[in-house]
């Protein structure tokens, strides 16, 4: 008597499971809006917080990095069309400074930083005539997300974005932001406590993307122009040389993504040992932006004091 | 005799003067027409003011004319007035009343008002691609109906913006863009115009532009000075005078975006409080720039038009009189001089009511034919009004 009780119960609660899967299904499809966001974290953010009632577009190929990938003019029309477009600002995604994009749905996402953006340094500046001031081309640091308090800057950014557009949805918004909030305070915590053992000791990174990640954490970082997956020929050999030497005592190597085993080799060879700090820009091939930030925090856990 | 045989004879008579007839016609028109025509012309210029106003809630711009300001951001009618900064411009965006929509127009392709705004201005005007698509990044356009209709314009052809003044060498470098979609009619100024983003018209302002690499070697006869990493250029870097795919990366901005020009701003509010916050935020004192109703700016310049209409219109009739009176003299003297051939009339029967009857289906034949054309030329202008005013305006 007692299965065939627990059996109707079941059947009940999976019919009614089913039956609010289908509601959620057909109001999402009937509402058909749209948040089309310019790298991943911000995406997976809008799909925090919105994902019960919008489709997040992001268009950049997962081979490319978002920072520099060039949409199409097709894209670019899926993009206009979207109820919301969240850019990261700090000059990320350069396509988007060129192209005609509705202001009223736009939304920079890191113009509320109390803390000010970082220029990225060692570029040509110039400068057409004698009145003309002097300026660079290159860009603002722009991997802003990778200092956890600005991610959660841009998280709520996304969230009043959100609330303006949706009203009927300001509640729901709210209560994925306080939990998303809480996930990455925790790994900023988490963080925070890894990079302790870095603190103090220069450290250098394969490619300039880790500006806000230094200044977040208290670190000392400097940069070559290396690709995980090149090889390292006696050039850049040299270069890493110049670098340690400018840099003594430095005993750490920050990947963007997971290096040639080789490589790790060579850098263990000088002294340096390989560890993978991915700033996630793209979305990754397993897990979500958290997952990612805890396998950076436990890469950083396991390295030897 | 019979109807027929007067009608007939009337029409013998008129088609065998015909150019007298023809005239007589055209002043009974004509007198007809002129004051009819300026009624439809005005009554329907009023709807349509009024009603791209009711579309356009309220706008901010600089301090000035209010009437010059609307006619310039819902006509783009070329004004000599004062530039509303682009600080301005984000202030309003940040105050959140609602949606503001820029508007830069200052620049022209031919005759055609360049429009440099945000995608949100279609969306407002409720202004469809008809054919092709929607601008995507800088240098692109898409033209109003008309003017593609009058240059036949289509998606991948060219335009050229039209430098101030030939003479300053030194000025606004022309800027060919892309065209990439026509939009669908919506009788209105925006038939006439080519639409850019704001970027690109500040791209033909020459706030921003593209030139080679200078740290290219091939640019090397472009620098004048180079110390550490500050390059100077000399006026033989080549500039790019239109945007494509290969050299969209290389235009960029100078200066503080904060100074760029706009004309105006068209502010959407969310709502009554919204709107009413922003008419008491731009009314005091202290405000550097103006807020105007546009429906309250075309209601102060159709009462002026209304006003000029009843002089004109007085003008009109005492016209009108005069050419009636004229063409009244003239049908007294045809019958005059038409006696002989009423007197053979009377010989071969017919009586004095039908030659009275005789003369009045010829003047009826005159006067339903001059009514006719009239009213004819008065649809047709009913039909046009709301074409002809943006140009004429222009």
């Known amino acids: ?305 | 005799m019979s109807p027929g045989g007067i009608a007939f004879l009337s029409w013998k008579y008129l088609s065998y003067r015909p150019l007298r007839t023809l005239t007589l016609v055209a002043a009974v028109a004509l007198t007809i027409y002129l004051p009819l025509a300026l009624q439809v012309f005005i009554s329907e210029s009023t709807r349509v003011l009024r009603e791209r106003a009711r579309s356009t809630p309220l706008l901010v711009g600089p301090k000035g004319s209010s009437i010059d300001l609307t006619l310039n951001s819902l006509y783009f009618t070329p004004q000599e007035l004062p530039s509303l900064n682009y600080a301005a411009f984000l202030k309003l965006s940040g105050q959140h009343f609602g949606s503001a929509i820029p508007l830069h127009v200052r620049f022209r392709a031919g005759n055609a008002p360049i429009i440099g705004t945000s995608l949100d201005y279609f969306r407002q005007r409720e202004l469809d691609v008809a054919e092709g698509r929607m601008i995507t990044r800088l240098g692109d356009c898409v033209v109003g109906a008309r003017l593609a209709a009058e240059k036949k314009l289509k998606p991948g052809d060219k335009i050229t913006s039209s430098p101030e003044n030939v003479f300053d060498l030194a000025g606004v470098y022309p800027l060919r863009m892309r065209v990439t979609g026509v939009l669908a009619p919506n009788h209105s100024a925006d038939d006439n115009a080519v639409f850019v983003d704001l970027k690109t018209a500040w791209v033909i302002e020459g706030l921003a532009h593209g030139h080679q690499d200078l740290v290219k070697p091939e640019a090397a006869g472009a620098i004048r000075k180079r110390e550490g990493d500050l390059i100077q250029a000399n006026a033989s870097v080549v500039e790019f005078n239109e945007v494509t795919e290969a050299n969209l990366d290389s235009f960029h901005f100078h200066g503080d975006p904060a100074t760029y020009p706009l004309s105006s701003a068209i502010l959407v509010p969310d709502s009554d409080k919204a709107r009413a916050l922003a008419l008491g935020e731009y009314q005091g004192e202290s405000a550097t720039e103006q807020i105007v109703i546009p429906l309250e700016a075309v209601t102060a310049l159709t009462e002026t038009l209304f006003a000029t209409r009843r002089l004109v219109l007085a003008a009109f009739l005492l016209l009108g009189a005069a050419a009636l009176g004229l063409a009244a003299l003239v049908f007294l003297l045809s019958f005059r001089l038409r006696e002989r051939e009423m007197r053979t009339y009377v010989k071969i029967g017919a009586t004095d009511f039908t030659i009275r009857i005789l003369k009045f289906t010829e003047v009826a034949i005159v006067l339903v034919a001059g009514i006719v054309l009239s009213l004819g030329a008065v649809v047709v202008t009913r039909s046009l009004a709301a074409d002809l005013l943006p140009k004429l305006l222009n």
């Open chain 1, 1 to 305: 008597m007692k299965s065939r009780c627990a059996l109707v119960l079941g059947l009940g609660l999976s019919l009614l499971v089913s039956c609010g899967a289908k509601k959620k299904q057909t109001r999402h499809e009937q509402a058909g809006h749209t948040i089309a966001a310019v790298n991943y974290p911000l995406a997976y953010f809008a799909e925090r917080l919105a994902g019960d009632f919008a489709t997040i577009v992001f268009e950049a190929p997962a081979d490319e990095d978002p920072a520099f990938w060039k949409p199409t003019d097709e894209q670019i029309a899926r993009i206009q069309e979207a109820d919301l477009i969240l850019l990261n600002g700090a000059t990320y995604a350069k396509w988007a400074a060129t192209t005609s994009l509705p202001l009223a749905s736009t939304v920079d996402t890191s113009s509320s930083f109390r803390s000010p953006l970082l220029e990225v340094k060692g570029t040509v500046r110039h400068a057409h005539g004698k009145k003309d001031t002097e300026h660079s081309h290159a860009r603002t640091a722009f991997t802003t997300w990778l200092d956890l308090k600005q991610a959660a800057a841009q998280a709520r950014a996304v969230a009043d974005a959100l609330r303006k557009n949706w009203p009927d949805q300001a509640d729901a918004v709210m209560m994925n932001l306080a939990y998303l909030h809480t996930d990455l305070a925790k790994i900023d915590s988490r963080m925070r406590a890894a990079t302790a053992k870095l603190k103090g000791v220069p450290v250098i990174a394969s490619h300039p993307v880790y500006q806000y990640w230094e200044r977040a954490y208290g670190l000392k970082i400097s940069s070559l122009l290396w690709e995980p997956e090149m090889d390292l020929n006696q050039d850049a050999m040299t270069d890493l040389k110049k670098l340690m030497d400018a840099n003594p005592g430095a005993r750490h190597f920050i990947w963007e993504g997971d290096p040639l085993p080789e490589n790790i080799e060579k850098l263990k060879a000088v002294g340096l040992t390989s560890v993978v700090i991915s700033p996630c820009a793209n979305r990754p091939a397993d897990g979500d932006f958290l997952t990612v930030m805890q396998r950076n925090s436990a890469a950083l856990e396991s390295l030897p004091n």
